[in-house]
């Protein structure tokens, strides 16, 4: 069961994290009453071997993906740069404990 929460962008940076941070990408702190958690837009920042079930070409796809999710939340946010996205308010969905989804509440802005 789904369940809808307010709250708002704590942080926002562009650079390494992700999983064992070795990806590059954008990292997301969202928080609200009671509640904290983090998310990721990117993709593997190391070098590539030879064993990766993953393609370079994969790799700048979601690169792409990543770098417009970038703009459309800049859009939404009506903001220039990535680290004047903290205090945007935000609606999340959660199912149980895990983010389904978020988004920018645009119509508050």
Not at 4 to 15: D, E, P, R, V
Not at 29 to 50: H, M, N, P, T, Y
Not at 65 to 86: G, H, N, P, S, W
Not at 100 to 109: A, D, F, K, N
Request: with cysteine.
């Amino acid at each position: 069961m789904s369940e809808t929460q307010l709250g708002k962008i704590k942080s926002a940076a562009f650079g390494w994290g992700g999983y064992q941070d070795a990806m590059i990408g954008l990292s997301l702190v969202l928080e609200g009453q009671a509640w904290g958690v983090g998310d990721f837009k990117g993709a593997w920042g190391i070098d590539r071997s030879d064993y990766a079930k993953w393609t370079e070409r994969d790799r700048e796809e979601r690169l792409g993906q990543a770098c417009m999710f970038v703009r459309d939340l800049l859009r939404k946010a009506k903001k220039q740069t990535v680290d004047q996205l903290a205090g945007v308010p935000i609606e999340a969905t959660f199912d149980g404990n895990k983010l389904v989804s978020w988004r920018v509440l645009e119509e508050v802005l």
